[in-house]
């Protein structure tokens, strides 16, 4: 028994990823809340995440680590938009500093986890992938750290006339180890971030890569390097540079985006003299260029040092707009006619968003459809007691909100120590309260296809998603850890009761 008299348990807390956010989690708490004992479970076989999974050619991130990494470990590299072996390595720095090795329970998929108030504790049982037996845990808490997208398999659109294709299609998600496009002609269809990171990574290499695109998207040059970091660590120390720098770029996006929402044209218009600028002359850029919805509609695709627009002044690399008739045995027919030659057609389409790993949960028997919970503060969600998620900025930094997060919930369950709660459950009061969809405020096609599996949000109060890190800074960094809405509960308590 605990000293508040629950059953005990195998583990304080269970994080399920082991990605940046699950990593997050870990070290925030390690931090924290040194005598809270974790494990944290993954499905892979190694630590990262999306930068394990992905293995596509120039992988790296369209964000500055500056602000990616975690606030109490600084990214150090000369490089602030950084590959993703560098972003691997960062983490696995984290997992030794941290000493977080013998918390790791790799090779395990989360399957099912149940909640019993009577126990105040989860049951999580798990497939352990390299003896395909089911093992099963008890926590305290769950810490959902499972990203938002499927990784068994990327979004992937069925074209006419592909049997016909004599060349290869790949996935970006699924890129084979032993795939060598030497010399080969290219086509890379998508127009998102990872389709404007393979198009500089493979020109050069291959005889041609052309970006094929529905529809265009906003495509802005940055500098690879941290000015401001670099030139602070000059003088500074590395970490008061690394602060300064890290809330100089806060500040920085969150003007651009504050700029672009409201003077859209303006900004649309700037955008275009700077990709004009990049471009070759006489290039045709509101028919590549110019997307029909407005800056940040979207995320905005950010390229270090301007390396696509440089691929395609070199002439290694095309983009063409228009629309897939079919595949032929040689390439790419267009509506407009024109046919696009090709070896190799890579499908740059995106990803399928997937809800807390697929998780099959229960709280005292009864089944959680994750689209019928609420958010709360963006970390826990009505009517299912100790469970905590993590889900960054779309429009930001995924991991300045995660940073947000897991202190809002280090803080949340001091708290509950200090005051003798076990459990802790969001509740809504007025079952009549307004509901939307989880993000409303990003029109890219895998948000769309996909989002409706996942909680909603309200209209006002704890139960906002929020997307600014101002805003987040308010409520999960300042704000107090107790609402009104917080249903608070004690093993001693109910069993008072019981024997009542
Ligand atoms: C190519 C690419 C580039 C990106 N670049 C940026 C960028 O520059 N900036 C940015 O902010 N974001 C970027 N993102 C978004 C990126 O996914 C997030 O930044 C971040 O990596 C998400 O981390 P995570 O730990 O939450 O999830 P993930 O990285 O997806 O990791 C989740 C982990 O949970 C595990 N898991 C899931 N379900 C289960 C289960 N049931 N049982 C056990 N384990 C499970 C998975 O195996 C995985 O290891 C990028 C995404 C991609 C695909």
């Not at 989880?438 to 998603?465: H, M, N």
Request: aromatic content about 10%; glycine content about 8%.
């Amino acid at each position: 028994m605990s000293p508040n008299g629950a059953p005990q348990v195998d583990v304080d807390v269970i994080i399920v990823g082991a990605g940046v956010s699950g990593i997050g989690a870990a070290t925030r708490l390690a931090r924290e809340l040194p005598s809270k004992s974790f494990v944290m479970v993954d499905a892979r076989d190694n630590i990262g995440g999306t930068w394990d999974l992905m293995r596509f050619p120039g992988i790296r991130s369209d964000s500055d680590l500056i602000t990616y990494g975690f606030s109490y470990k600084p990214w150090t590299h000369e490089q602030a938009i950084a590959p993703g072996p560098a972003i691997l390595d960062y983490l696995r720095e984290a997992v030794v500093e941290y000493d977080l090795a013998s918390k790791l329970r790799l090779g395990r998929r989360v399957l099912t986890a149940d909640w019993s108030s009577a126990d105040a504790r989860w049951t999580v049982s798990m497939l352990n992938t390299a003896t395909d037996e089911v093992e099963t845990l008890t926590a305290r808490w769950v810490f959902s750290a499972t990203g938002y997208y499927d990784h068994a398999a990327g979004y992937r659109p069925t074209f006419p006339g592909e049997e016909d294709f004599a060349g290869r299609i790949v996935h970006p998600q699924e890129w084979p180890a032993d795939l060598d496009y030497t010399g080969k002609r290219v086509v890379i269809i998508g127009s998102g971030a990872t389709a404007l990171t393979l198009v500089p990574a493979m020109a050069g290499t291959a005889a041609h890569v052309t970006m094929l695109q529905r529809s265009p998207s906003y495509v802005i040059p940055m500098p690879s390097q941290d000015l401001v970091f670099c030139g602070l660590k000059k003088f500074l120390p590395t970490q008061r540079a690394f602060r300064i720098a890290r809330r100089a770029n806060i500040l920085r996006l969150r003007a651009i985006i504050g700029l672009s929402r409201t003077h859209p044209e303006k900004t649309r218009r700037l955008i275009r003299w700077v990709n004009k600028r990049s471009l070759p002359e006489g290039f045709d850029v509101d028919t590549h260029f110019k997307p029909a919805y407005k800056p940040w509609d979207e995320r905005m695709c950010l390229v270090p040092d301007g390396d696509f627009f440089k691929s395609v002044k070199a002439g290694s690399a095309s983009v063409v707009t228009d629309h897939i008739r079919r595949f032929t045995r040689d390439g790419i027919e267009l509506e407009s006619g024109q046919v696009l030659p090709a070896d190799l057609v890579v499908t740059a389409t995106g990803m399928n968003l997937l809800p807390f790993g697929a998780i099959g949960a229960t709280v005292d028997g009864r089944p959680v459809d994750w689209s019928e919970t609420v958010t709360f503060k963006s970390m826990l969600l009505s009517g299912v007691p100790n469970f905590v998620y993590a889900f960054g900025y779309t429009n930001n930094s995924w991991t300045l909100k995660v940073d947000l997060v897991t202190d809002h919930w280090c803080r949340l369950l001091k708290h509950m120590d200090a005051q003798g709660f076990d459990t802790v459950v969001p509740e809504i009061a007025d079952p009549a309260m307004g509901r939307r969809m989880f993000i409303e405020d990003l029109s890219s096609g895998y948000i769309k296809r996909g989002i409706a599996a996942f909680p909603r949000q309200g209209v006002d109060g704890p139960w906002t998603a929020e997307m600014t890190y101002a805003t987040d800074v308010e409520r999960l960094q300042r704000g107090p850890v107790a609402d009104p809405a917080l249903v608070f509960g004690t093993m001693k308590l109910l069993q008072e009761v019981d024997a009542r």
